[in-house]
């Protein structure tokens, strides 16, 4: 019986889809944008436009402030 709960933990574990830091970066990205939806078009693009950063850029600064640790 162990053997059976041991299997079924494995191959869900292992079932389980790991995400990127590339989709948790747009996730997170998505969600800072839900309060400004219900806005115009301009009113939208002008709350988002200092939040709305590429990941390249983000992954970029956090690459340099690793190093500078």
């Known amino acids: ?7 079924t933990l494995t191959v869900c574990l ?6 990127s830091d590339r989709q948790i970066y747009a ?7 839900l309060p400004f939806e219900n ?3 301009p009113q939208y693009e002008v709350c988002i436009k200092d939040r709305d950063v590429p990941y390249e ?3 970029k600064a956090q690459d340099k402030s690793v190093e500078q640790q």
Request: net charge positive; aromatic share 12%; proline share 4%.
């Open 1 to 7: 019986m162990e053997h059976w709960i041991v299997v």
């Open 14 to 19: 292992f079932s389980i889809p790991g995400c």
């Open 27 to 33: 996730a997170i990205q998505k969600n800072r944008r």
């Open 39 to 41: 806005r115009s078009q």
């Open 57 to 59: 850029d983000y992954k």
